[in-house]
């Protein structure tokens, strides 16, 4: 082979090494938290990327849990503030779902958590009161709840745990067990059309209150992440 040959063999060779490796690093990610057990002192505080000082929000994630077989409660998502339970999300020990803001709740007869991977979400807007519940793209009737009311800032987001005071006075029996990703959030109410495009995996606006693909997560205690390619 010709010297000219031999390089431009080698300058095709690197390139294409080049763009191997440009692939790679581009290629995307997504993080899973494993609850392996049930206890009371392993959680994960989200890290918002502004106040959750809110008229209305978008809330989704993908979850998969066996607790739902019994008659238990299972706490989902968790923002307390140092007085409040500001915005709570469970599985009730009845099976009905509920969303708590500062007082009593709201509750939903939704198709049960399993094994599998749900895509739930979660939605409320404070003018209109309405409040719903989505399932793998499906919304449930609405309801109404505490209108004119506004979640205020100032607190700390968990999932694993329920705290009855600020970060601490967790209870094993309400600690989630499973796995859970894909959470997101936004400061306001997306579309029945935005919900179900995003549970199939559609390109939507990232979350601006919580955005999975770049969200900072503090793990406390007992939990595992998993990172995989997408």
């Not at 807007?125 to 793209?137: E, I, L, Q, R």
Request: hydrophobic residues 40%.
């Amino acid at each position: 082979m010709a010297l000219w040959d031999k390089m431009g063999l080698l300058a095709t060779l690197l390139i294409f090494g080049v763009s191997l490796s440009l692939a790679s690093a581009e290629r995307p990610m997504r993080r899973s938290l494993v609850f392996p057990k049930e206890n009371d002192n392993s959680y994960v505080e989200l890290v918002p990327q502004k106040d959750l000082d809110m008229g209305a929000f978008t809330l989704c994630m993908r979850v998969a849990t066996e607790l739902a077989k019994g008659n238990r409660e299972i706490i989902l998502f968790a923002y307390r503030t140092l007085y409040y339970d500001e915005l709570n999300m469970w599985r009730e020990a009845d099976g009905r779902y509920g969303l708590f803001m500062s007082g009593e709740g709201v509750f939903f007869h939704l198709p049960e958590l399993n094994t599998f991977q749900t895509h739930l979400c979660l939605t409320w807007d404070s003018k209109s009161g309405m409040a719903a519940f989505h399932v793998d793209g499906k919304r449930s009737i609405r309801k109404m709840y505490k209108p004119g009311h506004k979640v205020q800032n100032g607190g700390k987001v968990i999932l694993g745990q329920d705290p009855d005071s600020f970060l601490k006075d967790f209870d094993s029996k309400q600690s989630f067990v499973g796995e859970i990703t894909d959470v997101n959030m936004w400061d306001y109410v997306l579309s029945d059309a935005m919900i179900e495009a995003l549970h199939v995996g559609k390109r939507i606006p990232r979350g601006n209150i919580f955005d999975w693909e770049t969200i900072e997560l503090i793990v406390n205690g007992n939990v595992k992440v998993i990172t995989e390619e997408l």
